[in-house]
C-alpha cells in the first residue's frame, strides 16, 4: 500500500541475474523487429513498469551464445519490492530467459562499467558429427573430431597472463564495434587471462568438454577464437607450441577459426563490491 | 559399385530408432505445410534414395512430445548399407531429430504392429513455476506446487496391472483417432501397465521428479493424465486413494488435468524378435 502523500520516488537502480537460451534470440542488443535479450527485457520492463530504460548488460553476446548468469542494470522511478519486480519479469518473459537475481545497488552500479571479471564456459561434444543428442545440439559444439586432452590443456595453458589477444578478436570492419566489451573504453587489444582450463563433464547425453575462462575482459569473439583455435590443436592439426607466435602476429589470420556460437555461454561477472544493495532499500 | 545385370532389389523393409526434441513439431504425424518428425524423415528419404515411403512410427507423439528412442519403420527398393542410411538421415534431418539405429529387418517388421511394450518418461521439476532454467524448460514441466514423493509413490501404484484407462483417454470427437498406438486394432481402452515410478534426478539445472511408465499400450494422452492426476495428489489437491474409484469410473471427467506435452519423452519401444536383422542383409 502506497501512502498518497509520498513524494514522488527518485530513479533508483537495479541489478539483475539473467540466464538465457540464445538459441532463438539475435544476440543481446537490440535491434528493431527482431527477438533480441536486451529488447525481450526492456519491453518486459514496460509491461510491468510503464517504464522502458534500456537496460546495460555486462557485455553484449551474439546471437546463438547463452547465459548462466548475465548481469543487467538500468534505473526505474516506480518503487517495486525486488521479490515483486523478479516475479513480474519471470511472468512476463520467455521461458527462454529467466530472472534469478533482482536487486536494488547503489545509484555508482553499471552492469558493464562496474564489472572486474567475466568467466566464460564453451561445451563442445569431441568425435560428435551428426549424432549429437537433439537434447545438447541447441546449446553444444558437436565437433567431428576426437580431441587430444593433453593437447587442449596445452593450448589452454598458453592464454593465462596479460596478452595482446589481437590475434584472436573479430576483424570488424567498423572498430567501434570491436570492443563490444567496453566500447566506451580504449581500443586496447590487452587482456589479462586469470584462469584458462578445460574439464570433462559427464552428462546423460554423452561426455562433454568444457572450457573455462576467467579474464578481466574478453575481445569481440575471442571465446570463440580461442576453442576453435584449441580444437585444431586438439584434433592434432596444429601444435599447441604455434600459440605464442599467433598471440605475437597481432592479426585475425594467424590465428584459427571461430567456434560456433551455440557452445559459448556466459558462465558469470565479478564486481568489486559495486552491487552491494543499496544503503537505502525500498520499502513495499 | 552395382553390376548392371544386377535384377532390381525387392523392397527391403528397415527399422530406424530416432531421437527428438518435439518443441518444434506439430508431433509425429504428418501435417500438410506443418514442421512434424514423419514429415522430416520422409523428405529426408526423398532427398537420399529418391523414395518417400510414409514411415511408420511405434505410435504418433503429440505436439510438442519428445523421443528418446521413437521407432519407425518403412520399405525402400534403393540398396543401401545401413551405416549409410544413418549418416545420410542425421546430415540431411534438422539437428532436433538424430537417427541413433537403422537397420535392415524381415519384412513382417511394423514399427506399430509389432511392438510388444512401450515405456515413457515424465519430466517435472516441482515448486519451480517462473523459475524453471531456460536450459530445461522446453523438457520439463515447471508445477507450481512442492510434490509429496510418498503420496506419488502411491497414486502411481495404483496404475499397475490390468486396468480399463477410459477414464485417462482424450476424449477425442473423432473415436478413430481416440487410440492412437493401435488405430487398426480394437476400439478397447483396457491396458496393462507393467511398471509406474517415480524416480528422482539431479541435474545441473536443479533436481527433477521423473515418471517412468511401461505398458502394452497407452491410449491418446494417457500418460500425460496419469501425470496430471498424480500432480494432483502430490501437491495435496487429492488423496491417493481416489483412483480406484476414478479408473472405475470409466469417465474422462473423473480424473484430473493434462499434463503438459513438454514433458514427455517416448523413451522405449520393446519387440519380440520382430525386428531382427534382414535374414539376408544387402550388400553394399
Same mark, same amino acid.
Request: glycine share 8%; aromatic share 8%; net charge negative.
Given at each position: 500500500?502506497?501512502?498518497?502523500?509520498?513524494?514522488? +520516488?527518485?530513479?533508483?537502480?537495479?541489478?539483475?541475474?539473467? =540466464?538465457?537460451?540464445?538459441?532463438?534470440?539475435?544476440?543481446?542488443?537490440?535491434?528493431?523487429?527482431?527477438?533480441?535479450?536486451?529488447?525481450?527485457?526492456?519491453?518486459?520492463?514496460?509491461?510491468?513498469?510503464?517504464?522502458?530504460?534500456?537496460?546495460?548488460?555486462?557485455?553484449?553476446?551474439?546471437?546463438?551464445?547463452?547465459?548462466?548468469?548475465?548481469?543487467?542494470? !538500468?534505473?526505474?522511478?516506480?518503487?517495486?519490492? +525486488?521479490?515483486?519486480?523478479?516475479?513480474?519479469?519471470?511472468?512476463?518473459?520467455?521461458?527462454?530467459?529467466?530472472?534469478?537475481?533482482?536487486?536494488?545497488?547503489?545509484?555508482? !552500479?553499471?552492469?558493464?562499467? =562496474?564489472?572486474?571479471?567475466?568467466?566464460?564456459?564453451?561445451?563442445?561434444?569431441?568425435?560428435?558429427?551428426?549424432?549429437?543428442?537433439?537434447?545438447?545440439?541447441?546449446?553444444?559444439?558437436?565437433?567431428?573430431?576426437?580431441?587430444?586432452?593433453?593437447?587442449?590443456?596445452?593450448?589452454?595453458?598458453?592464454?593465462?597472463? @596479460?596478452?595482446?589477444?589481437?590475434?584472436?578478436?573479430?576483424?570488424?570492419?567498423?572498430?567501434?564495434?570491436?570492443?563490444?566489451?567496453?566500447?566506451?573504453?580504449?581500443?586496447?587489444?590487452?587482456?589479462?587471462?586469470?584462469? =584458462?582450463?578445460? @574439464?570433462?563433464?559427464?552428462?546423460?547425453?554423452?561426455?562433454?568438454?568444457?572450457?573455462?575462462?576467467?579474464?578481466?575482459?574478453?575481445?569481440?569473439?575471442?571465446?570463440?577464437?580461442?576453442?576453435?583455435?584449441?580444437?585444431?590443436?586438439?584434433?592434432?592439426?596444429?601444435?599447441?607450441?604455434?600459440?605464442?607466435?599467433?598471440?605475437?602476429?597481432? @592479426?585475425?589470420?594467424?590465428?584459427?577459426?571461430?567456434?560456433?556460437?551455440?557452445?559459448?555461454?556466459?558462465?558469470?561477472?565479478?564486481?568489486?563490491?559495486?552491487?552491494?544493495?543499496?544503503?537505502?532499500?525500498?520499502?513495499?
Amino acid at each position: 500500500m502506497h501512502d498518497s502523500t509520498t513524494t514522488a +520516488p527518485a530513479l533508483q537502480t537495479w541489478k539483475v541475474v539473467l =540466464s538465457y537460451d540464445g538459441t532463438d534470440f539475435r544476440g543481446w542488443q537490440v535491434q528493431p523487429g527482431l527477438p533480441t535479450v536486451q529488447g525481450e527485457l526492456q519491453a518486459a520492463l514496460g509491461r510491468i513498469a510503464g517504464e522502458t530504460p534500456l537496460p546495460q548488460g555486462s557485455g553484449r553476446t551474439d546471437a546463438g551464445v547463452h547465459a548462466l548468469a548475465q548481469v543487467a542494470s !538500468f534505473a526505474l522511478a516506480a518503487p517495486i519490492p +525486488p521479490q515483486n519486480l523478479q516475479r513480474a519479469l519471470n511472468r512476463t518473459l520467455p521461458a527462454s530467459i529467466r530472472v534469478l537475481e533482482a536487486k536494488t545497488v547503489q545509484s555508482t !552500479f553499471h552492469a558493464r562499467h =562496474s564489472a572486474v571479471a567475466k568467466t566464460y564456459e564453451y561445451r563442445l561434444q569431441p568425435a560428435a558429427a551428426d549424432h549429437c543428442s537433439p537434447f545438447l545440439a541447441r546449446c553444444v559444439y558437436a565437433c567431428p573430431w576426437p580431441m587430444n586432452r593433453a593437447a587442449l590443456d596445452a593450448a589452454a595453458a598458453h592464454f593465462l597472463g @596479460e596478452h595482446d589477444f589481437a590475434s584472436f578478436a573479430a576483424t570488424d570492419p567498423d572498430l567501434t564495434t570491436r570492443e563490444t566489451e567496453e566500447e566506451a573504453g580504449p581500443l586496447s587489444t590487452v587482456r589479462t587471462v586469470f584462469a =584458462s582450463i578445460w @574439464e570433462e563433464r559427464a552428462t546423460t547425453e554423452g561426455s562433454l568438454l568444457v572450457y573455462r575462462v576467467r579474464g578481466n575482459g574478453f575481445l569481440h569473439h575471442m571465446v570463440r577464437n580461442l576453442v576453435g583455435t584449441m580444437v585444431d590443436v586438439g584434433r592434432g592439426f596444429l601444435s599447441a607450441d604455434a600459440i605464442p607466435a599467433m598471440l605475437a602476429a597481432r @592479426e585475425r589470420s594467424a590465428s584459427g577459426p571461430t567456434a560456433p556460437a551455440r557452445g559459448l555461454f556466459l558462465h558469470s561477472v565479478e564486481y568489486d563490491g559495486h552491487d552491494e544493495e543499496a544503503a537505502l532499500p525500498l520499502l513495499p
